[in-house]
């Protein structure tokens, strides 16, 4: 065929990973060319993945692309339909609500977000009701969210008229010159993210009043179209509250407020202070175990991937030893079946995250000997040749307490019914509550997912690419195995410090620049550079030896902790 000049068609074509190919008007909406497929999607469509970058379905297609449809059950598809349906809640409560202000807190493990009002009295039934009639009112009217880019100053110029001062001290700090702003009728806000076309594709949610506030439910990824029950988190809901109440004792309530403290050259005394309130958590769950030290004889200790389980149990150990009582760390690991032995999971992969890859019957005996003061023969996994070998022989001295720290320590079946009454269960993990603004929450996942990129690199050699392609296996894995348990904890240790993420970025942000562009990964990576855009950089060199956060920077007093005898 030869090759000659010609003049730009009037169409453009798109290619599906399917193999069809679209055609439509150049400069047509993305979502307009999907629209002719979205039935035969699994879920309902969000947004859209055109040449490697995520957009929009508003973003108009002016040349020949490859696209990926983005439904509700993909992570960055869930993101579009939670901050849509955020933005919807908010902009019904102003219009019901003017006078008082509205905050979107933290999340909900049954699929929700914790909000409260500040400036009156909580929503009564009658006034929830009202606020989720309002919203369901403009769902059907499919009114479109409207978006437009303006400069700094006009942003905060708009904040001030609606005394925003959080979202002011967010901005003040801003390095780019311009700010994305969307707005539904007369309402307009900043939210950091891409939306729905309109309101009418943000058909499912739900308000229950919960706790003093309220839930705004929606639907979890696997089940796209209906809300799961509503359930109660006494304990997680607790913890969040006392991070929200250090963030007070700390004067920071936003990431604009972090900012001024570094900008300010306050950090000294904040590092300080968050160190010094998760030492006294520490102390306080020591004491917790030493008041039933005469009937405990098991302490476990769980929690989410990087959610710096093992400093806090090392922590917890120099504490219970400053008490008196002398630990005895069991490691959960070496209780692995041989190999061959091991579950497969639905893809006929080897799962090692499920409880039956452990050999209960063999720790249910060693826990039950170690506590009746029998010498034990414990086992050894040796994981290059996938066998359980024999290990060290140990005997616990009288009122020696064990620490089992791992995945399942919350399951029920993990230890024999004869020790239940005689166990006490920790649940850790980075609750972050210290959110951009009020309307812009801080994911818990992403604190602990950036924590992961630093030390995978440092520790493992992974680069960012390969944690962040990991990650949604590790995921899986934590919604089936430790979330589920959670308020089982007789207590809940929350190692999120408030400094941290300006602490990671400077480690970060090069790990996260080498990720590939038009790498299945590269998306989530531009999500979290962007996220990390927000902080001030701070030095790692003002971390305390023995912080949450070593364990992920490196240099912990901790790292090798071998205080306990066998």
Excluded at 300 to 310: E, F, M, R, V, W
Aim: charged content about 25%; some cysteine.
């Amino acid at each position: 065929m030869s090759i000659k000049k010609t003049s730009p068609r009037e169409t453009v074509q798109i290619h599906l990973p399917d193999g069809m190919v679209l055609e439509g008007p150049r400069h047509a909406p993305v979502g307009q060319f999907l629209q002719s497929i979205a039935g035969d999607l699994s879920a309902p469509l969000m947004g859209a993945v055109i040449n490697g970058e995520l957009h929009e379905l508003g973003y108009p297609v002016t040349m020949d692309a490859h696209v990926r449809p983005i439904t509700l059950t993909d992570s960055d598809g869930a993101r579009i339909y939670r901050r849509s349906l955020t933005f919807l809640l908010e902009a019904a409560f102003s219009s019901l609500f003017p006078q008082a202000s509205l905050l979107i807190d933290h999340s909900v493990a049954s699929g929700g977000y914790y909000c409260h009002t500040q400036g009156r009295e909580p929503l009564s039934q009658p006034e929830l009701d009202s606020l989720e009639a309002e919203m369901r009112r403009l769902v059907s009217l499919d009114l479109p969210f409207e978006r437009r880019e303006v400069t700094l100053a006009e942003a905060i110029a708009l904040f001030e008229s609606q005394n925003y001062p959080d979202k002011i001290r967010l901005f003040a700090h801003r390095r780019k010159p311009y700010v994305t702003l969307y707005s539904l009728g007369s309402h307009s806000d900043y939210h950091h993210g891409y939306m729905t076309p309109s309101t009418g594709y943000l058909k499912w949610f739900g308000l229950a009043l919960s706790n003093g506030g309220f839930t705004l439910r929606f639907p979890r990824r696997h089940t796209p179209s209906e809300l799961s029950p509503q359930e109660d988190f006494p304990q997680l809901l607790a913890a969040f509250r006392q991070y929200g109440r250090w963030l007070e004792r700390l004067g920071i309530e936003s990431v604009g407020a972090l900012n001024d403290k570094i900008a300010a050259g306050q950090v000294r005394e904040l590092v300080l202070v968050s160190e010094a309130l998760h030492e006294q958590h520490i102390s306080a769950i020591a004491g917790q175990i030493h008041e039933k030290r005469d009937t405990l004889r098991l302490v476990l200790i769980a929690g989410p991937s990087s959610s710096g389980k093992t400093t806090f149990s090392r922590r917890l150990a120099v504490q219970l030893l400053a008490l008196g009582l002398s630990p005895f760390a069991l490691e959960m690991d070496h209780y692995f079946v041989d190999r061959e032995k091991t579950p497969l999971d639905e893809n006929g992969e080897y799962d090692f995250e499920t409880i039956e890859a452990l050999d209960l019957p063999r720790l249910w005996q060693n826990l039950e000997a170690l506590v009746a003061g029998q010498e034990v023969q414990l086992p050894h996994f040796n994981f290059q040749t996938g066998k359980q070998e024999t290990g060290d022989v140990v005997h616990l001295r009288p009122g020696q307490i064990i620490i089992l720290e791992g995945i399942h320590g919350l399951n029920p079946r993990l230890v024999p019914p004869s020790l239940a009454k005689s166990t006490f269960r920790v649940y850790a993990s980075a609750l972050t509550q210290l959110n951009l603004d009020r309307h812009n929450r801080v994911s818990t996942t992403d604190t602990r997912l950036i924590r992961r990129i630093v030390r995978d690199a440092r520790e493992r050699g992974y680069s960012a690419q390969q944690t962040i392609a990991r990650w949604e296996s590790v995921r899986r894995g934590e919604k089936r195995h430790i979330f589920p348990y959670q308020e089982h904890a007789d207590v809940m240790f929350n190692s999120a410090l408030v400094y941290e993420m300006a602490m990671l970025k400077p480690l970060a942000e090069p790990l996260l620049r080498q990720v590939p562009y038009n790498t299945p990964e590269y998306i989530e990576t531009k999500r979290l550079l962007a996220f990390l855009d927000w902080f001030l950089p701070l030095e790692t060199d003002l971390i305390p030896d023995n912080s949450i956060l070593k364990e992920f920077v490196g240099g912990s007093i901790l790292k090798g902790f071998k205080l306990w005898e066998k």
